[in-house]
Nanobody, 125 residues
Framework: EVQLVESGGGLVQAGGSLRLSCAASGFNFGDWAIGWFRQAPGKERERVSCISNRDGERSYADSVKGRFTTSSDNAKNMVYLQMNSLKPEDTAVYYC??????????????????WGKGTLVTVSS
């Protein structure tokens, strides 16, 4: 069974940091791209980052570029999102998702095959 399980969310003050983890199982992790998405109340779900386990590409939304870093540990089937300099507008439920085509170009909402259930990040001002 394919599973993606996020963890690491919580409450943090503005300017602080959190590290989210996504534990993957049930598929060939090294062939996929893993994206982080977030959804805040009343807003569209947006991709905040992607890491390709095929070509190593990492990409970020403009809103988080320079503050967030995604990484993977293939030996552990884990993907991480290090979030620094957090802002209240980063408050959202964060999801990890897997794209079978394996490249970040394809790792958009409609093409993600598997999703975690999300972890809530709340940034206080």
């Amino acid at each position: 069974e394919v599973q993606l399980v996020e963890s690491g969310g919580g409450l943090v003050q503005a300017g602080g940091s959190l590290r989210l983890s996504c534990a993957a199982s049930g598929f060939n992790f090294g062939d996929w791209a893993i994206g982080w998405f977030r959804q805040a109340p009343g807003k569209e779900r947006e991709r905040v980052s992607c890491i390709s386990n095929r070509d190593g590409e990492r990409s970020y939304a403009d809103s988080v570029k320079g503050r967030f870093t995604t990484s993977s540990d293939n030996a552990k089937n884990m993907v991480y999102l290090q979030m620094n300099s957090l802002k209240p507008e980063d408050t959202a439920v964060y999801y990890c998702a897997a794209a079978p085509l394996g490249f970040c170009y394809y790792a958009e909402y409609d093409l993600m095959d598997y999703w975690g259930k999300g972890t809530l990040v709340t940034v206080s001002s």
